[in-house]
């Protein structure tokens, strides 16, 4: 095996995939000629084979990566304390489209799923439960296991309560979030029946909530105010039983993948992120796209670098002004908030080998492949076009797969080179950027994109996902997430509070 990869033949970095010790030499792909290590250097992380002087760009990808603090010396370490973000202020941005077809694929896979009365299709039949309101959490918590105990032999995949501290002593458009965002969650396709379950005195009553759900089936919907009634576990159960009746009509039959809809994210990123696991899911993103399904990405700080990439492939310029009022909006809320714009990524990004913003952000948009972006939707909103999307969030890994979920996704493919057991309310794939990791948290990770490291063609490994997905679709198998119970939400919080 190579001890190290450089991604772009202009590159003035490679990458090591092991850990390098002070006096090897190694030979570098894009120009034959051998470069002597000057200091023991980490796996995932950067050595020079470009000399780059003070305040030059550093380029990994084939793009600046940012700044050179000081005169850098081929052979060096690479990182936060040599280089820093070349990122400043806010952008104008022209449209400058990029001029090539996207090839649509000539095979219609299918998957075997549930097709509801609205023509949506779901990928689990499950009953949700989604409070108003954080102070009845545990009411519901309790009405989720009383209904997983009575109906475990029921045909449906389990019942599901997400708690939230929220819908009380919210005001504006900090309310007006977690309405959107339980709204969307209310109308996803997994959850075959809803009950929505209030207090009776919060902010977000019911019947404000029902006006933000928008149209929907009682057959499907069913709302409990606790304060109404002298027993609310009883009532709860009894409207929980009604949804489960209605949930039995459902059976698995053959589905388009024009109908599926998969959020991609990434969380716990390394050096690896951007060689493996990130450009695995581009590759399995542009082929469901080619299908006509959707793909719908997020994180817009971790755009931030990249996102000419991103408005150069707009489908038109009304798309690509929708775009830069994404990219501009979310750098306007840093300021409000008196932070930096271009921080770093974390103090796990760093430890794997990630130095800077754009160095994230331009392995992190690889995730979004090579399609056209067709839209941009607004946090908590439900995502209306074929193709991929982007939706507004943070990068906070729960709260952007919990808004990914709620603009449609019924799959999230999740790329981390570090793990986390974290699952959202729909199927959550992690996927391994290492095989190291796939190894020790295999209670974790679904897949390991590591492989690619290891002798594996990205074109065979691409389909294998892809039959992977399709499968988890079916409901063939089953996510750590799913079976291990970590199914949570997390909404996006940007107001006061009473």
Same mark, same amino acid.
């Given at each position: 095996?190579?001890?190290?990869?450089?991604?772009?033949?202009?590159?003035?970095?490679?990458?090591?995939?092991?850990?390098?010790?002070?006096?090897?030499?190694?030979? $570098?792909?894009?120009?034959?000629?051998?470069?002597?290590?000057?200091?023991? $250097?980490?796996?995932?992380?950067?050595?020079?084979?470009?000399?780059?002087?003070?305040?030059?760009?550093?380029?990994?990808?084939?793009?600046?990566?940012?700044?050179?603090?000081?005169?850098?010396?081929?052979?060096?370490?690479?990182?936060?304390?040599?280089?820093?973000?070349?990122?400043?202020?806010?952008?104008?941005?022209?449209?400058?489209?990029?001029?090539?077809?996207?090839?649509?694929?000539?095979?219609?896979?299918?998957?075997?799923?549930?097709?509801?009365?609205?023509?949506?299709?779901?990928?689990?039949?499950?009953?949700?439960?989604?409070?108003?309101?954080?102070?009845?959490?545990?009411?519901?918590?309790?009405?989720?296991?009383?209904?997983?105990?009575?109906?475990?032999?029921?045909?449906?995949?389990?019942?599901?309560?997400?708690?939230?501290?929220?819908?009380?002593?919210?005001?504006?458009?900090?309310?007006?979030?977690?309405?959107?965002?339980?709204?969307?969650?209310?109308?996803?396709?997994?959850?075959?029946?809803?009950?929505?379950?209030?207090?009776?005195?919060?902010?977000?009553?019911?019947?404000?909530?029902?006006?933000? $759900?928008?149209?929907?089936?009682?057959?499907?919907?069913?709302?409990?105010?606790?304060?109404?009634?002298?027993?609310?576990?009883?009532?709860?159960?009894?409207?929980?039983?009604?949804?489960?009746?209605?949930?039995?009509?459902?059976?698995?039959?053959?589905?388009?993948?024009?109908?599926?809809?998969?959020?991609?994210?990434?969380?716990?990123?390394?050096?690896?992120?951007?060689?493996?696991?990130?450009?695995?899911?581009?590759?399995?993103?542009?082929?469901?796209?080619?299908?006509?399904?959707?793909?719908?990405?997020?994180?817009?700080?971790?755009?931030?670098?990249?996102?000419?990439?991103?408005?150069?492939?707009?489908?038109?310029?009304?798309?690509?002004?929708?775009?830069?009022?994404?990219?501009?909006?979310?750098?306007?809320?840093?300021?409000?908030?008196?932070?930096?714009?271009?921080?770093?990524?974390?103090?796990?990004?760093?430890?794997?080998?990630?130095?800077?913003?754009?160095?994230?952000?331009?392995?992190?948009?690889?995730?979004?492949?090579?399609?056209?972006?067709?839209?941009?939707?607004?946090?908590?909103?439900?995502?209306?076009?074929?193709?991929?999307?982007?939706?507004?969030?943070?990068?906070?890994?729960?709260?952007?797969?919990?808004?990914?979920?709620?603009?449609?996704?019924?799959?999230?493919?999740?790329?981390?080179?570090?793990?986390?057991?974290?699952?959202?309310?729909?199927?959550?794939?992690?996927?391994?950027?290492?095989?190291?990791?796939?190894?020790?948290?295999?209670?974790?990770?679904?897949?390991?994109?590591?492989?690619?490291?290891?002798?594996?063609?990205?074109?065979?490994?691409?389909?294998?996902?892809?039959?992977?997905?399709?499968?988890?679709?079916?409901?063939?198998?089953?996510?750590?997430?799913?079976?291990?119970?970590?199914?949570?939400?997390?909404?996006?919080?940007?107001?006061? $509070?009473?």
């Amino acid at each position: 095996m190579s001890k190290i990869v450089q991604l772009h033949s202009s590159d003035d970095v490679v990458i090591c995939l092991q850990d390098m010790n002070k006096g090897e030499i190694l030979e $570098i792909p894009s120009t034959g000629k051998q470069v002597e290590v000057s200091e023991d $250097i980490p796996k995932g992380h950067k050595i020079l084979v470009n000399p780059v002087k003070s305040g030059e760009d550093v380029l990994k990808f084939g793009y600046s990566i940012g700044k050179a603090k000081r005169d850098l010396t081929v052979g060096e370490w690479v990182h936060t304390h040599n280089l820093e973000s070349g990122l400043k202020g806010i952008l104008d941005y022209s449209y400058q489209p990029t001029n090539h077809k996207f090839p649509t694929e000539n095979v219609q896979h299918t998957f075997r799923g549930y097709l509801r009365e609205n023509g949506e299709a779901g990928i689990r039949n499950e009953i949700w439960i989604i409070n108003t309101v954080g102070c009845i959490n545990k009411t519901c918590e309790i009405l989720a296991k009383m209904g997983n105990e009575q109906f475990k032999d029921r045909n449906i995949d389990g019942v599901y309560h997400f708690p939230h501290p929220y819908g009380c002593s919210q005001l504006g458009d900090d309310l007006s979030n977690t309405q959107k965002l339980l709204a969307s969650l209310a109308q996803h396709p997994n959850a075959a029946g809803v009950l929505i379950v209030g207090l009776g005195c919060e902010n977000n009553q019911i019947e404000a909530f029902k006006k933000v $759900i928008g149209d929907f089936s009682p057959n499907r919907i069913k709302f409990l105010r606790a304060q109404d009634v002298e027993d609310e576990l009883e009532i709860g159960m009894s409207l929980i039983e009604e949804l489960v009746e209605y949930a039995e009509q459902f059976a698995r039959q053959p589905i388009p993948v024009s109908k599926l809809k998969v959020g991609l994210k990434c969380g716990g990123s390394d050096g690896f992120s951007g060689i493996t696991a990130n450009p695995l899911v581009g590759a399995v993103s542009d082929l469901i796209v080619g299908e006509g399904g959707t793909t719908i990405l997020t994180e817009v700080p971790e755009m931030f670098g990249a996102e000419t990439i991103l408005m150069n492939r707009a489908k038109d310029e009304e798309t690509f002004h929708k775009i830069v009022q994404l990219i501009n909006n979310f750098k306007e809320y840093f300021i409000r908030h008196e932070q930096e714009i271009y921080e770093n990524p974390s103090p796990g990004n760093k430890a794997g080998g990630i130095s800077t913003l754009e160095e994230k952000s331009l392995g992190c948009t690889q995730k979004g492949g090579h399609s056209p972006v067709v839209d941009v939707s607004p946090y908590g909103e439900r995502v209306t076009r074929n193709g991929l999307n982007l939706v507004n969030a943070p990068g906070n890994d729960l709260v952007s797969v919990t808004a990914l979920a709620a603009a449609g996704a019924h799959i999230v493919l999740f790329t981390t080179g570090r793990g986390t057991p974290f699952g959202g309310p729909v199927p959550t794939v992690k996927i391994a950027t290492n095989s190291e990791l796939a190894k020790r948290k295999k209670h974790w990770i679904d897949y390991n994109a590591g492989q690619l490291l290891e002798g594996q063609t990205m074109e065979s490994l691409k389909k294998d996902l892809y039959e992977y997905i399709l499968s988890l679709a079916s409901g063939q198998k089953r996510t750590n997430n799913e079976q291990f119970g970590f199914k949570e939400i997390s909404i996006f919080k940007d107001g006061v $509070i009473l």
